[in-house]
């Protein structure tokens, strides 16, 4: 980060320093800090639990922080709430649309709420609505999942907000489905809207500007997906053969593992040894696992992508059964 | 049908009014295998795992499970089946212990056995010190781990899981994975879904479902080959694009 001061064109669309929350003995957020650069989409990335939801309800000035000062748009999210509110369009993670009204009744609902109408802002949502306008007339309640989600981001827009806030939206969504989404995030954000969303789904950081890590109410790293890949610390290996179970078994006796993954339809193996070259810790582990009984193995040096940088951060879950 | 196949359906089929959710589908899974059940949001998948477990009549055609016909013979499917579904498995206002002793109950296993296998489930988990917990209380990571041991509880022939890692952190992801691999070393069928592509490949063989339909099923690799794609991923996402609108678009 800079310490210059910052150019007003350049204003942070948010500015999160210090913020804490806790729910009884819990520490939902856990003194947390970051910006968000204006046309930005940044993604929070993490599990259930790690405090996704409490942070977009600060910043939607849903839930006051305990502790810190959050800013959007350059407001105060406690001050300023009522001026921030009609410049902030909310998804929140739960489908929270009005199930007895219909598609239509929803959006003209939710634009009369901020004193507008559906046929004035009818352009801004039109690339998405006309997905769901031939079921105008059904009751929302009796959408499929993709649709559901369609409607909510509609309904998040039509008020023409600055910036849009996406709690999980792709949660529980197909594959496919996940994809256009985010097709559609990328259209938005192209007209100039900053996004903040969160996601389960490691591998949905790559469609971000850049990234936060979060699990357990703090954040583990921010920045380009890519970059973030690029600090991984110790000699990462892909491992393909059959065998797989016992693959996993046999690798982690490795007298230098440090963990041992499957990732789709390889095995991801850390080697423990700082500084060494990669290729010779795969020769290694190759005549290693030759020694082991398994032949028809390819051992060779990876990558690190999110989701490797994500569990190494983490260290071990809570609870892990050895 | 063949007499050992672990689930065999057979052109089972489910309408709802005009709707067909489920359209005439046939596939078996042979015993202790890995079976991953995909598809799209809208596809047939929950209508399909609701009638294979007993809880939704099929319109048409046949299902057998471990051996019998979950119709003619539900109360005989249920004692061997397990089921963890995505949305509910564990009563959250109860203890651990609490829940695993309930759910044996439920399966008719006696005090004894029951104690038993709680003691030996905790110990495996590494639970032993939060049996007292309440369920509410504990990371979903925990609680899936959990809900999928006291599904297997009665030690059922076969395993369903609808879901079981949405939402759930990657270590964790991982080491319910392994705990799969395990069940299915100890002999127990897996049916499993989900929509982390990457867990596709974990499976000894997965289905596609497109709009009620299997337009796949082979080994993952067997499924790399026959659509020329990288990963089960381009494959899914190949199948289910043939497929825009029809079948999302109908589900309710």
């Given at each position: 980060m800079s310490a210059a001061a910052p150019d007003p064109s350049t204003i942070n669309a948010v500015s999160v320093d210090g913020v804490a929350k806790r729910f009884g003995s819990v520490a939902a957020l856990d003194g947390i800090s970051f910006t968000v650069a204006p046309g930005e989409i940044f993604g929070f990335i993490g599990?259930?639990?790690?405090g996704k939801t409490t942070l977009f309800r600060i910043l939607t000035t849903l839930v006051v922080p305990d502790a810190g000062t959050a800013r959007v748009l350059g407001l105060d999210?406690?001050?300023d709430l009522w001026a921030l509110r009609t410049r902030v369009g909310y998804m929140p993670g739960r489908f929270s649309l009005y199930p007895d009204l219909s598609v239509e009744e929803n959006l003209d609902f939710f634009a009369s709420v901020f004193g507008t109408t559906l046929k004035a802002q009818y352009d801004l949502i039109a690339p998405i609505y006309r997905q769901i306008e031939p079921f105008k007339e059904r009751r929302a309640g009796a959408l499929s999942g993709g649709m559901k989600q369609k409607l909510a981001l509609c309904c998040a827009l039509v008020h023409r907000p600055e910036i849009l806030f996406l709690d999980e939206p792709t949660t529980g969504v197909d594959a496919v489905s996940r994809r256009e989404f985010w097709d559609l995030l990328g259209e938005l954000r192209a007209g100039g809207l900053t996004i903040v969303v969160s996601t389960p789904y490691m591998e949905e950081a790559g469609r971000c500007d850049r990234v936060a890590l979060i699990a357990g109410g703090r954040i583990l790293d921010v920045d380009a997906p890519d970059a973030i890949g690029a600090r991984y610390p110790l000699p990462l290996l892909a491992v393909r053969g059959p065998r797989r179970f016992e693959l996993i078994q046999a690798l982690r006796r490795h007298p230098h593992a440090r963990s041992v993954y499957p990732f789709g339809d390889e095995l991801h193996y850390t080697d423990?040894?700082?500084?060494?070259?990669p290729a010779a810790v795969a020769a290694d582990v190759q005549a290693y696992l030759s020694a082991e009984g398994f032949a028809d193995t390819v051992v060779e040096p990876v990558r690190a992508g999110i989701e490797d940088s994500f569990m190494a951060l983490m260290g071990a879950p809570e609870g892990a059964a050895a | 049908m063949s007499a050992d196949a672990a689930v065999e359906a057979h052109a089972l089929t489910r309408r709802f009014g005009a709707f067909t959710a489920v359209d005439a589908i046939s596939f078996s899974v042979a015993q202790g295998e890995v079976f991953g059940f995909l598809g799209a949001n809208g596809a047939g998948k929950t209508t399909a795992i609701r009638m294979l477990t007993g809880l939704l009549a099929p319109t048409s055609g046949e299902a057998r499970v471990a051996g019998r016909d979950v119709y003619t013979q539900a109360e005989e499917v249920k004692r061997r089946i397990g089921y963890m579904s995505q949305r509910f498995s564990l009563y959250e206002d109860l203890t651990v212990r609490e829940n695993i002793t309930l759910y044996g109950g439920i399966y008719g296993l006696t005090d004894r056995e029951i104690d038993e296998r709680a003691d030996r489930l905790l110990q495996t988990l590494g639970f032993t010190h939060a049996a007292?917990?309440?369920?509410?209380?504990?990371p979903l990571g925990w609680r899936q781990k959990l809900a999928f041991s006291v599904a297997m509880i009665h030690q059922p022939e076969i395993v369903f899981l609808d879901e079981p890692t949405g939402g759930v952190d990657p270590i964790t992801r991982r080491q319910f994975w392994e705990m799969i691999y395990a069940a299915a070393a100890g002999g127990t069928t897996v049916f499993v879904t989900t929509h982390?592509?990457?867990?596709?490949?974990?499976?000894d063989r997965v289905s596609i479902m497109v709009a009620g339909r299997i337009a796949a099923l082979g080994t993952p690799d067997e499924l790399k080959r026959r659509y020329d794609a990288a990963s089960m991923d381009e494959v899914f996402v190949r199948l289910a694009r043939a497929d825009e609108g029809g079948a999302q678009e109908a589900a309710t």
């Amino acid at each position: 980060m800079s310490a210059a001061a910052p150019d007003p064109s350049t204003i942070n669309a948010v500015s999160v320093d210090g913020v804490a929350k806790r729910f009884g003995s819990v520490a939902a957020l856990d003194g947390i800090s970051f910006t968000v650069a204006p046309g930005e989409i940044f993604g929070f990335i993490g599990p259930d639990g790690a405090g996704k939801t409490t942070l977009f309800r600060i910043l939607t000035t849903l839930v006051v922080p305990d502790a810190g000062t959050a800013r959007v748009l350059g407001l105060d999210v406690v001050r300023d709430l009522w001026a921030l509110r009609t410049r902030v369009g909310y998804m929140p993670g739960r489908f929270s649309l009005y199930p007895d009204l219909s598609v239509e009744e929803n959006l003209d609902f939710f634009a009369s709420v901020f004193g507008t109408t559906l046929k004035a802002q009818y352009d801004l949502i039109a690339p998405i609505y006309r997905q769901i306008e031939p079921f105008k007339e059904r009751r929302a309640g009796a959408l499929s999942g993709g649709m559901k989600q369609k409607l909510a981001l509609c309904c998040a827009l039509v008020h023409r907000p600055e910036i849009l806030f996406l709690d999980e939206p792709t949660t529980g969504v197909d594959a496919v489905s996940r994809r256009e989404f985010w097709d559609l995030l990328g259209e938005l954000r192209a007209g100039g809207l900053t996004i903040v969303v969160s996601t389960p789904y490691m591998e949905e950081a790559g469609r971000c500007d850049r990234v936060a890590l979060i699990a357990g109410g703090r954040i583990l790293d921010v920045d380009a997906p890519d970059a973030i890949g690029a600090r991984y610390p110790l000699p990462l290996l892909a491992v393909r053969g059959p065998r797989r179970f016992e693959l996993i078994q046999a690798l982690r006796r490795h007298p230098h593992a440090r963990s041992v993954y499957p990732f789709g339809d390889e095995l991801h193996y850390t080697d423990a040894r700082e500084a060494v070259d990669p290729a010779a810790v795969a020769a290694d582990v190759q005549a290693y696992l030759s020694a082991e009984g398994f032949a028809d193995t390819v051992v060779e040096p990876v990558r690190a992508g999110i989701e490797d940088s994500f569990m190494a951060l983490m260290g071990a879950p809570e609870g892990a059964a050895a | 049908m063949s007499a050992d196949a672990a689930v065999e359906a057979h052109a089972l089929t489910r309408r709802f009014g005009a709707f067909t959710a489920v359209d005439a589908i046939s596939f078996s899974v042979a015993q202790g295998e890995v079976f991953g059940f995909l598809g799209a949001n809208g596809a047939g998948k929950t209508t399909a795992i609701r009638m294979l477990t007993g809880l939704l009549a099929p319109t048409s055609g046949e299902a057998r499970v471990a051996g019998r016909d979950v119709y003619t013979q539900a109360e005989e499917v249920k004692r061997r089946i397990g089921y963890m579904s995505q949305r509910f498995s564990l009563y959250e206002d109860l203890t651990v212990r609490e829940n695993i002793t309930l759910y044996g109950g439920i399966y008719g296993l006696t005090d004894r056995e029951i104690d038993e296998r709680a003691d030996r489930l905790l110990q495996t988990l590494g639970f032993t010190h939060a049996a007292g917990d309440l369920v509410r209380s504990l990371p979903l990571g925990w609680r899936q781990k959990l809900a999928f041991s006291v599904a297997m509880i009665h030690q059922p022939e076969i395993v369903f899981l609808d879901e079981p890692t949405g939402g759930v952190d990657p270590i964790t992801r991982r080491q319910f994975w392994e705990m799969i691999y395990a069940a299915a070393a100890g002999g127990t069928t897996v049916f499993v879904t989900t929509h982390y592509m990457d867990e596709a490949e974990y499976c000894d063989r997965v289905s596609i479902m497109v709009a009620g339909r299997i337009a796949a099923l082979g080994t993952p690799d067997e499924l790399k080959r026959r659509y020329d794609a990288a990963s089960m991923d381009e494959v899914f996402v190949r199948l289910a694009r043939a497929d825009e609108g029809g079948a999302q678009e109908a589900a309710t």
